[in-house]
């Protein structure tokens, strides 16, 4: 079944970007040539088959490389967590022989999920907290890897990864924990011998190396993603042969393969399927798609395999059960489409591509069109810039035909009559009709959120909500409520006051500026904060994030605390307080405003209006969008929300966890919490404004700047701004 594409391009200033889309088929290209050091493969079709092997649907892969013939090699483990390895022979999956290792585990009561399987019938068990191996021969004997002391257990967190190179060595990642500075201090790669359990070779490397090692022609390839280079080591000698550039998308490749013919394939779940030639000088895209139609959005990649007539297998588990995908890629060009929908975003989001690809699977006869404001490769084009050329042919009846508002001038849209009327697009009881109806105009609805965010006041009934700044200003002061940065608090404050500020989205009432500054000012020196962000190093051996640690909802959590203020972009962040701590309730801070996310609108007067409709109607019903923004944002359609947080409580605690819940937050009252929302921030008020705000408020937190300064130096800001819209 063939489907057409997506068209990716930058607007403003920038030119159109070779950017193929997704789609179970086509994939469109425009153009020959992107940046220097990147190509655009022609594709005509792509064909997606799910090849999961009938009676693993409850498995989780581990493994997918390259067996002894040549052939692919699957690694699951079963529900009861005991591992098993598939060869593929004639085209079905054959299993191995895994009594030595079931024999192995039963003796030594040792269930862990690292298993890992060589082309020898070696089986590879990392125990231990992930700082020990052991060899399970074939026969049945096992032995503990003798580690050298530069891995010695203790140094390293845990053992990552694993590469064979098919002749009896295999590979191993260790991440380093003590010696060397940084957030990540680096690791080691280290081969193993199977034949004598001996390792003759360790690789020391910095912080960015990924850990997912591959071999070609029996050199170790690695991935530094801070250098954004291949690096090439002979494996005999642990010298490094050629280190080549690598043009990424990303941060690093989630799982790689190399070919006889000295590519490199790689396939990152968050933008798409890349290759590139070890000695050649470019990177080529084969698809540039968050993820390809046939998968979910919680596909985590753990394997890739290329066949020899260049399909792909790439392994993964979707909700923690195994999933295997079969890519056929026809190159050529991609026949042309009669409709055309061109969707406009300043930035280009995860949610964005997720939302593009489902819509493009639901339609397959209309070619979807991104165009993205602010692009990263043209960083000298400003903001007014771009708003200017969109504004000008809005105002000229041309342009987008949907439209992604967050941060734009939606109050001067609607009075120019640039916006259709959606009035009627939906069934408002399946929704949050506050919300849904949060930008209603006396004449009708212009626009609407997909999703939102609401400002929480949480307390375990000791403490009264406050009705004003000054009173949430006097619970820090007394040690009732903290937090831990300044963005921290600037974010869970400025939404429920936002409207105070800008009243109309383009104005600013300097009186209500200068208490949000002075008594935010306040709670952060009450909470002896000197830092404006508080980051938080998570890792799960192939990717290193940076989140913000919820400190004040930490503290309430601990007992440190009788009150919280958060941003609540889903219900499920409450999990936590509502199980753990003993009477606490929610309630919307200060105003009651819901800041919206996602804000979509179609242009008026638009000649695809029905399909544009269509889009608008799947961000706000589709179940695949509107549980796939977890933690970004909560679902506007009340029952998807509900659904999410049974799933997160299902898949992310113990029945033996569940039974310590002091209240179950299945019972709490969202719907009731939900509908209490008077609101939503101005749109405006929500993007640059907010922007310009901030950035005053950490000098005034920083103590370089007074607020009266900073009031000022925003109202010059704000007019130029407000100028420029104009």
Request: charged share 20%; aromatic share 8%; proline share 5%.
């Amino acid at each position: 079944m063939t489907r057409r594409g997506i068209r990716r391009q930058a607007a403003g200033l920038c030119a159109v970007l070779l950017l193929s889309g997704c789609g179970t088929g086509f994939y469109q290209t425009e153009g020959e040539e992107v940046a220097s050091g990147s190509a655009m493969m022609e594709i005509a079709q792509v064909q997606e088959t799910d090849a999961t092997p009938a009676g693993l649907e409850d498995h989780t892969v581990r493994q997918l490389t390259v067996g002894a013939d040549g052939e692919p090699l699957l690694v699951t483990t079963d529900a009861q967590a005991m591992p098993h390895a598939y060869q593929r022979e004639n085209g079905e999956w054959q299993e191995q022989d895994n009594a030595a290792i079931i024999s192995w585990i039963q003796e030594n009561q040792v269930y862990n999920r690292k298993y890992y399987y060589d082309t020898t019938g070696s089986w590879w068990a990392v125990i231990q907290n992930g700082n020990s191996i052991v060899q399970v021969l074939p026969d049945g004997q096992a032995r503990e890897v003798e580690l050298p002391e530069d891995v010695a257990p203790g140094k390293y967190v845990a053992i990552y990864g694993f590469a064979d190179r098919g002749d009896g060595l295999v590979c191993f990642a260790a991440n380093q924990t003590e010696e060397k500075e940084g957030p990540d201090p680096g690791g080691v790669w280290f081969l193993v011998d199977s034949d004598t359990g001996q390792v003759p070779q360790t690789f020391s490397v910095d912080y960015g190396i990924d850990y997912r090692p591959v071999f070609y022609q029996g050199n170790l390839i690695i991935y530094d993603y801070v250098a954004t280079t291949l690096k090439e080591y002979d494996s005999e000698t642990g010298q490094l042969v050629q280190e080549v550039p690598i043009e990424r998308p990303d941060t690093l490749p989630a799982v790689a393969a190399m070919t006889e013919d000295g590519i490199y394939h790689y396939f990152v779940g968050s933008t798409g399927l890349y290759r590139r030639p070890l000695n050649g000088d470019f990177t080529q895209t084969v698809t540039d798609d968050i993820l390809l139609n046939c998968m979910s959005s919680s596909f985590e990649a753990m394997g890739l395999y290329v066949e020899a007539d260049g399909t792909y297998l790439i392994a993964g588990n979707e909700d923690g059960k195994l999933k295997l995908y079969s890519l056929s890629i026809q190159e050529g060009e991609a026949p042309a489409t009669e409709t055309t929908l061109t969707v406009w975003a300043m930035e280009s989001t995860p949610m964005l591509q997720i939302a593009a690809q489902r819509y493009q699977s639901l339609h397959p006869d209309v070619e979807l069109n991104i165009v993205i404001g602010r692009d990263t490769a043209e960083d000298s084009v400003s903001e007014q810039d771009i708003l200017r050329q969109l504004n000008t042919e809005l105002l000229s009846g041309e342009g987008p035909d949907c439209l992604i508002l967050d941060g734009l001038p939606v109050p001067s849209y609607i009075r120019q009559g640039i916006l259709q009327n959606l009035d009627g697009l939906v069934t408002e009881s399946e929704f949050y009709s506050n919300i849904l109806n949060g930008y209603a105009e006396e004449d009708g609805l212009y626009t609407v959120p997909a999703f939102f965010a609401t400002p929480v006041f949480a307390t375990v009934q000791t403490e009264k909500t406050p009705a004003s700044l000054e009173e949430l200003a006097q619970l820090f002061e007394s040690g009732a409520c903290t937090a831990g940065s300044w963005k921290e608090i600037f974010e869970a404050v400025y939404p429920a006051v936002a409207n105070r500020i800008f009243p109309d989205g383009e104005s600013l009432d300097e009186a209500a500026l200068s208490d949000f500054l002075e008594q935010t000012n306040r709670m952060v020196q009450s909470a002896e904060i000197t830092q404006e962000s508080m980051p938080m190093g998570s890792g799960n051996g192939n990717l290193m994030v940076t989140s913000e640690l919820p400190t004040s909802r930490f503290a309430l959590q601990e007992g440190n605390a009788t009150s919280a203020i958060f941003s609540m972009t889903g219900i499920s962040q409450a999990v936590s307080l509502l199980t753990q701590c003993e009477g606490v309730t929610l309630s919307p801070l200060l105003d009651g405003t819901a800041e919206g996310q996602f804000l979509l609108g179609i242009r008026a007067g638009t000649e695809n209006l029905p399909q544009a409709q269509d889009f608008v109607r799947m961000m706000l019903e589709d179940e695949q969008i509107q549980q796939s923004n977890v933690y970004g944002g909560m679902a506007v359609h009340r029952d998807m929300e509900l659904q999410a947080l049974q799933q997160t409580i299902q898949d992310g605690y113990t029945q033996e966890e569940r039974d310590t819940f002091v209240m179950n937050p299945l019972e709490y009252p969202w719907d009731e919490l939900a509908e209490k929302y008077t609101g939503l921030v101005n749109p405006a008020a929500a993007g640059t404004l907010q922007t310009i705000v901030y950035e005053q408020a950490v000098q005034v937190y920083g103590g370089q700047i007074t607020p009266e300064q900073a009031v000022e130096e925003v109202k010059a800001q704000v007019k130029l701004y407000l100028q420029e819209q104009a």
